[in-house]
């Protein structure tokens, strides 16, 4: 039995509605993935993240700290 890595990232609009704008199931959680996924959303179009939760998936972090510096 083989994990895969399940993400769904859910953004909230300033109207307070919530909308799914990413989603994607990895082969694995690392670096990579993660920065991968990130980036895709940024060329996508998202500009600011003012808040990220996880569930402590490895590697999200320095991702995000790669993307997002602020």
């Known amino acids: 039995f ?19 704008i990413d989603y994607c199931i990895a082969p ?3 670096i990579e993935v ?3 996924i990130l980036q895709n959303m ?12 996880s569930d402590g998936v490895v590697g999200m972090k320095t991702a995000l700290a790669r993307t997002y510096p602020k």
């Open 2 to 20: 083989e994990r895969e890595a399940v993400y769904i990232a859910i953004g909230i609009k300033p109207n307070g509605h919530k909308e799914v």
């Open 28 to 30: 694995s959680e690392n």
């Open 34 to 36: 993660w920065t991968e």
């Open 42 to 53: 940024k060329s996508r179009g998202l500009k600011q993240v003012e808040l990220f939760l």
